[in-house]
C-alpha cells in the first residue's frame, strides 16, 4: 500500500468520509513497524484503539454468568414446583369438600329433599293434597253440626223444665 | 432462546460490552458488573428477545443505560481515566511498540479520555468496535446526523491535540 494511498485515506478518516472495509485498511498499514516518521503520531492513535480493543474479560467470566443463569433457571423451576404442590392442594380441598357435600346430601331422609322437579306437576299433587285436606274438614264439620243439634236440644230442654218448676215455687 | 444458543452466541458479545461499559465507569469491577447485569437481563427476558431485530445493538443499549444508572447512583462524573493498574487479559498484544510510541499512545489515551462524554462513546464504537453509523444510532439512541458530527468532532479533536503536542510539545 503506498503512501499516497494512506495518506488519501487518512484525509477522507479525519473528514469521517471512510468506509469500515477502509478503516480496517489504515488500521492494518498502522500495525506495521516501519511507519514513516511523519505518520507517527497517527500511528500511536491507531495503535491506542488497537490496544483498547485487546481488553478482553477473563476466561472466568463465562462461568460466573452461567452459574448465575443457572441460579435464576432454578429459582424458577422451584416457583413452578411451589406453584404446582400449591394447586395440587387446592385440588384436593376442593375435591374433599365436594365428596362430603354428596355424602351430606345421600345421607339426608328424602322427606328432606324435594320430591318433584316439575313444577306443574308439584303444584298438582299440592291442589290434591289441599282437596283430600278440605273434604276431611267438611266431614268433620258434618259431624260437628250433629253434635252441636245434639246439645242445642238438650239446653232447649233444660230451659222449658226449669221454667215448669218456677211456677210451681210461685204457688 | 435456550441455554446452549445464550452460552455460544450471546456470550460472545462480552468482550464489546465490557470495552464499551469500562470506557464509560473506568473501573474494571464495575464494567464486568455491568456486563453480568446485562446477560443476567437477556436471559431473563429471553421470551422477548426473539422480537428485537439486533440484539447485539441492544445488549450494547443496555449495557449503556447500565452505566448511566451507576454513574447517576454513585454521582460521580464518568470516568476520565481507566484504571491502567488492574491487568487485563491481552489478545494479540501490539507487536513492536517502542517506547517513543508507547509515550505517544498514553498521550492519545488521555486526549480521547478528555472527550465529551458523547463523542467518547461515538468513537469508542465506531474505531475501536468497528459498528456501522446505523449501528450506532440504535445504540446511542442517537439520529444518524448527531452520530456522524459527534464522530468528526472527537477525531477532529484528538487530531488537532496530536498536532499541537507535535509542534509546540504542548
Not at chain 1, 411451589?82 to 369438600?97: D, E, K
Not at chain 2, 452466541?9 to 460490552?17: E, F
Request: charge should be negative; charged fraction near 30%; hydrophobic fraction near 40%.
Amino acid at each position: 500500500m503506498d503512501s499516497e494511498h494512506i495518506h488519501a485515506l487518512l484525509e477522507k478518516y479525519w473528514r469521517c468520509e471512510t468506509s469500515l472495509e477502509e478503516e480496517q485498511q489504515l488500521r492494518t498499514y498502522f500495525r506495521r513497524p516501519d511507519i514513516p516518521e511523519s505518520l507517527r503520531e497517527t500511528a500511536a492513535l491507531f495503535r491506542h484503539l488497537d490496544e483498547s480493543r485487546n481488553k478482553v474479560l477473563d476466561s472466568t467470566f463465562d462461568k460466573e454468568v452461567m452459574k448465575r443463569v443457572s441460579k435464576t433457571r432454578t429459582i424458577v423451576r422451584k416457583w413452578v414446583y411451589n406453584s404446582m404442590r400449591i394447586a395440587a392442594g387446592i385440588v384436593v380441598v376442593v375435591m374433599a369438600v365436594w365428596l362430603v357435600r354428596v355424602e351430606i346430601r345421600q345421607s339426608q331422609p328424602v322427606s328432606d329433599q324435594d320430591t318433584y322437579s316439575d313444577p306443574e306437576l308439584a303444584f298438582e299433587e299440592t291442589k290434591k293434597a289441599l282437596l283430600m285436606i278440605s273434604k276431611s274438614f267438611n266431614l268433620a264439620e258434618q259431624q260437628a253440626r250433629k253434635i252441636q243439634l245434639f246439645n242445642e236440644a238438650q239446653n232447649e230442654i233444660r230451659q222449658e223444665k226449669s221454667a215448669q218448676q218456677e211456677p210451681e215455687g210461685h204457688l | 432462546m435456550d441455554i446452549d444458543h445464550f452460552e455460544k452466541i450471546v456470550l460472545s458479545v462480552k468482550n464489546k460490552l465490557f470495552r464499551f461499559a469500562l470506557r464509560m465507569l473506568g473501573s474494571q469491577d464495575d464494567a464486568k458488573d455491568v456486563v453480568q447485569e446485562v446477560f443476567i437481563r437477556v436471559w431473563n427476558n429471553r421470551a422477548t428477545a426473539g422480537d428485537v431485530r439486533n440484539w447485539e445493538a441492544w445488549c450494547m443499549r443496555m449495557a449503556r443505560n447500565l452505566s448511566l444508572d451507576r454513574l447517576r447512583a454513585s454521582a460521580r462524573k464518568p470516568s476520565l481515566a481507566i484504571d491502567e493498574s488492574i491487568t487485563l487479559e491481552q489478545q494479540d498484544p501490539t507487536p513492536d511498540t517502542s517506547a517513543e510510541l508507547s509515550e505517544s499512545m498514553t498521550t492519545v489515551r488521555e486526549i480521547m479520555d478528555a472527550l465529551p462524554e458523547k463523542q467518547r462513546q461515538v468513537m469508542h464504537l465506531r474505531d475501536v468496535e468497528g459498528y456501522s453509523y446505523q449501528e450506532i444510532c440504535e445504540i446511542l439512541e442517537l439520529d444518524m446526523s448527531q452520530v456522524k458530527v459527534n464522530l468528526f468532532r472527537a477525531r477532529n479533536a484528538v487530531r488537532e491535540k496530536m498536532l499541537k503536542i507535535d509542534a509546540y510539545g504542548l
